[in-house]
Nanobody, 122 residues
Framework: QVQMVESGGGLVQAGGSLRLSCVAS????????MGWFRQAPGKEREFVAA????????DYADSVKGRFAISRDNAKNTVYLQMNRLEPEDTAVYYC???????????????WGQGTQVTVSS
């Protein structure tokens, strides 16, 4: 069984930065695609970013392009989300996800974390 644990969320002012981390345990995920999603109050969960197993391919939602960056450290079974120039609209619970076969913007990832809250004040 794979467990995903996110950290790094918190309260930040608009224009600030946060770095989220997600550590996978239970088995190596170095050859799995990984992604970040978010869910704001009253809204459906939405795609934020994804990264291929090697890190050579990345994908972003239009709303975060140029502000967020996804990366990974396979030696640590960890995926990161660097969030810059945060906006109040970025306020949400952020979830990481992983899958041994699926890579993309859909919610077809098999394993999910419990989420970490990000709140951006104006």
């Amino acid at each position: 069984q794979v467990q995903m644990v996110e950290s790094g969320g918190g309260l930040v002012q608009a224009g600030g930065s946060l770095r989220l981390s997600c550590v996978a345990s239970g088995r190596t995920t170095s050859n799995w695609a990984m992604g970040w999603f978010r869910q704001a109050p009253g809204k459906e969960r939405e795609f934020v970013a994804a990264i291929s197993w090697s890190g050579s391919s990345t994908d972003y939602a239009d709303s975060v392009k140029g502000r967020f960056a996804i990366s990974r450290d396979n030696a640590k079974n960890t995926v990161y989300l660097q969030m810059n120039r945060l906006e109040p609209e970025d306020t949400a619970v952020y979830y990481c996800a992983a899958d041994p076969r699926y890579y993309g913007a859909g919610a077809a990832y098999t394993y999910w974390g419990q989420g970490t809250q990000v709140t951006v004040s104006s």
